[in-house]
């Protein structure tokens, strides 16, 4: 007997030398997520509710875009009906409950609540709208998530020029205080804006996402400065008006591909410190950085190109000492919408002038890595994991909450890829909070369900459950995805038929 378990013994160690032990690989999914981690899921606006014109809601740009330039999306597609969540948001509720969801994050559409972007005109129907909602969720114990703004910019102040006209922070500040006043007796979650870097993006090309306007390397810089303002405001405004008796977090959702040196030589090191400092730290490092302001490595970099292209000024904003200081240390959380990875090589590539030429690398996914059905999302992982130890590193370990993370198909029901994804994206993150002490405070997967895909209409599919876009009722089912996620949220961990070796 005690041969044979020194035999056992011996055969076990050796198994794991060779990496095969059945009882050593599975170490790292034995974690478990943490007593109270509030698992939920995310959609936005434009993207599920549909109901475009009714109740008086305002014109957005979106609206605008797949109206009058249909040809920028996919199949001509658009946003009137979407999920028509503007309608079913009963049934969504219930969809998050099936789930087990602790909270919705969900965006406000600002033309819906003030549909000429000015506080002046109220629309008490928008209002009514999302009173609606967030009672729903309350009542069936889920917690409101509101983004402010999730993209669809109010036309009429697209008019006034958008996101690059500084007064834009000014009025963005008046919507947030109306949303404030109304809703944030309830609401104890705002994100101010999802994915600045991504939206700015509509001033750097004509084809791309709203506005759709072609001034790469200024207009989605000044686009930029004023939302990072913007920001702040919001932040100062709950501080002085709303804290004390609402008690809520304001933070921001920044989104960041994770950069992988292409090789391990100091240009090539330094080129992917870029990547971070140009896509992420241009928000983050203002906000979230014991200095503040934006990175050096970005205004050096603007400032010389800008020079040596002719320009007698940098193309980037600059923020004065006071600003610095209005706008550092404004957010209570670090919101992280996170997908992918690239390699990354020192190089110019893009657009003169561009961020991504302003930034001097070259950035290539692996061909061996997982597909989605979106060319810009490889399955990457370990990416995940790198990243939350990049932003504890760079940002003194702030509360990062996962505010986005999720995989695109076709919309088959055995979403086999999308179960792939989360179990072993969630596993990456639960390393980071267990081996490498990141301080991980929540996750929203994007996306609860099926939805309008931006450019790519809905071609693309990103739901946990899935919606039937040629049914006028768009009937809501859920996919193999959805069970899993429901599992993983009841049992705090990955089912051990997911664990990887
Ligand atoms: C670079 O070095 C790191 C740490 O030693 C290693 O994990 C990585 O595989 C190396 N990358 C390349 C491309 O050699
Ligand atoms: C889903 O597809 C996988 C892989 O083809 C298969 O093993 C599994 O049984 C399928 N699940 C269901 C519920 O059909």
């Given at each position: 007997?005690?041969?044979?378990?020194?035999?056992?013994?011996?055969?076990?160690?050796?198994?794991?030398?060779?990496?095969?032990?059945?009882?050593?690989?599975?170490?790292?999914?034995?974690?478990k997520f943490p007593a109270g981690f509030p698992f939920g899921a995310a959609t936005a606006s434009y993207q599920v509710e549909g109901g475009w014109k009714e109740d008086g809601k305002g014109v957005n740009i979106w609206d605008t875009l797949t109206h009058d330039r249909p040809y920028l999306v996919e199949n001509q597609d658009n946003g009137d009906v979407a999920c028509d969540s503007y309608h079913k948001y009963k049934e969504d509720v219930q969809l998050l409950k099936?789930?087990?969801?602790?909270?919705?994050?969900?965006?406000?559409?600002?033309?819906?609540?003030?549909?000429?972007?000015?506080?002046?005109?109220?629309?008490?129907?928008?209002?009514?709208?999302?009173?609606?909602?967030?009672?729903?969720?309350?009542?069936?114990?889920?917690?409101?998530?509101?983004?402010?703004?999730?993209?669809?910019?109010?036309?009429?102040?697209?008019?006034?020029?958008?996101?690059?006209?500084?007064?834009?922070?000014?009025?963005?500040?008046?919507?947030?205080?109306?949303?404030?006043?109304?809703?944030?007796?309830?609401?104890?979650?705002?994100?101010?804006?999802?994915?600045?870097?991504?939206?700015?993006?509509?001033?750097?090309?004509?084809?791309?996402?709203?506005?759709?306007?072609?001034?790469?390397?200024?207009?989605?810089?000044?686009?930029?400065?004023?939302?990072?303002?913007?920001?702040?405001?919001?932040?100062?405004?709950?501080?002085?008006?709303?804290?004390?008796?609402?008690?809520?977090?304001?933070?921001?959702?920044?989104?960041?591909?994770?950069?992988?040196?292409?090789?391990?030589?100091?240009?090539?090191?330094?080129?992917?410190?870029?990547?971070?400092?140009?896509?992420?730290?241009?928000?983050?490092?203002?906000?979230?950085?014991?200095?503040?302001?934006?990175?050096?490595?970005?205004?050096?970099?603007?400032?010389?190109?800008?020079?040596?292209?002719?320009?007698?000024?940098?193309?980037?904003?600059?923020?004065?000492?006071?600003?610095?200081?209005?706008?550092?240390?404004?957010?209570?959380?670090?919101?992280?919408?996170?997908?992918?990875?690239?390699?990354?090589?020192?190089?110019?590539e893009g657009n003169i002038p561009s961020l991504g030429r302003d930034s001097g690398l070259i950035t290539r996914q692996d061909s061996n890595w997982i597909s989605s059905a979106s060319t810009w999302l490889k399955v990457v992982p370990w990416g995940?994991?790198?990243?939350?130890?990049?932003?504890?590193?760079?940002?003194?370990?702030?509360?990062?909450?996962?505010?986005?993370?999720?995989?695109?198909?076709?919309?088959?029901?055995?979403?086999?890829?999308?179960?792939?994804?989360?179990?072993?994206?969630?596993?990456?993150?639960?390393?980071?909070?267990?081996?490498?002490?990141?301080?991980?405070?929540?996750?929203?997967?994007?996306?609860?369900?099926?939805?309008?895909?931006?450019?790519?209409?809905?071609?693309?599919?990103?739901?946990?459950?899935?919606?039937?876009?040629?049914?006028?009722?768009?009937?809501?089912?859920?996919?193999?995805?959805?069970?899993?996620?429901?599992?993983?949220?009841?049992?705090?961990?990955?089912?051990?038929?997911?664990?990887?070796?």
């Amino acid at each position: 007997m005690k041969a044979n378990i020194q035999v056992l013994l011996l055969v076990t160690l050796l198994a794991g030398v060779w990496g095969k032990n059945p009882f050593l690989k599975h170490k790292t999914p034995q974690y478990k997520f943490p007593a109270g981690f509030p698992f939920g899921a995310a959609t936005a606006s434009y993207q599920v509710e549909g109901g475009w014109k009714e109740d008086g809601k305002g014109v957005n740009i979106w609206d605008t875009l797949t109206h009058d330039r249909p040809y920028l999306v996919e199949n001509q597609d658009n946003g009137d009906v979407a999920c028509d969540s503007y309608h079913k948001y009963k049934e969504d509720v219930q969809l998050l409950k099936d789930l087990g969801a602790d909270f919705y994050r969900f965006s406000i559409s600002w033309a819906r609540v003030l549909p000429e972007g000015h506080d002046n005109i109220v629309n008490q129907a928008g209002i009514d709208y999302y009173n609606n909602l967030i009672n729903e969720l309350l009542a069936n114990g889920i917690e409101p998530m509101v983004t402010m703004y999730h993209w669809d910019l109010p036309q009429a102040l697209q008019d006034l020029g958008g996101w690059p006209n500084m007064q834009l922070a000014k009025y963005f500040e008046a919507y947030a205080r109306i949303l404030f006043t109304h809703f944030g007796d309830r609401v104890k979650l705002w994100i101010t804006f999802n994915e600045p870097l991504t939206f700015v993006s509509g001033y750097a090309s004509e084809k791309g996402f709203a506005p759709a306007i072609n001034t790469p390397g200024i207009g989605d810089y000044l686009a930029a400065h004023t939302v990072i303002h913007a920001h702040a405001r919001v932040y100062h405004l709950y501080d002085q008006v709303f804290r004390s008796r609402q008690r809520g977090k304001v933070g921001i959702a920044l989104n960041i591909n994770w950069c992988e040196p292409l090789t391990n030589s100091t240009e090539d090191i330094a080129a992917c410190e870029r990547y971070q400092q140009f896509n992420l730290g241009i928000y983050a490092h203002p906000i979230f950085s014991t200095e503040g302001d934006y990175p050096a490595v970005v205004k050096e970099r603007i400032s010389r190109n800008s020079a040596a292209q002719g320009y007698t000024t940098s193309r980037l904003p600059t923020f004065s000492p006071e600003e610095v200081e209005y706008i550092r240390g404004t957010s209570d959380f670090f919101g992280l919408n996170f997908y992918t990875a690239y390699y990354g090589k020192e190089g110019e590539e893009g657009n003169i002038p561009s961020l991504g030429r302003d930034s001097g690398l070259i950035t290539r996914q692996d061909s061996n890595w997982i597909s989605s059905a979106s060319t810009w999302l490889k399955v990457v992982p370990w990416g995940f994991r790198k990243e939350f130890n990049w932003i504890k590193n760079e940002y003194n370990n702030p509360q990062v909450f996962v505010t986005e993370n999720g995989f695109s198909d076709l919309g088959e029901l055995n979403d086999t890829g999308r179960v792939y994804f989360y179990t072993t994206y969630l596993t990456e993150m639960l390393k980071a909070i267990h081996e490498d002490g990141c301080n991980v405070i929540g996750y929203a997967a994007w996306s609860l369900m099926d939805n309008f895909e931006w450019n790519r209409g809905y071609a693309e599919k990103f739901g946990l459950y899935h919606v039937d876009f040629n049914d006028p009722t768009r009937p809501r089912t859920p996919k193999e995805s959805a069970k899993v996620i429901a599992e993983i949220i009841k049992t705090r961990k990955i089912p051990e038929r997911f664990w990887q070796d």
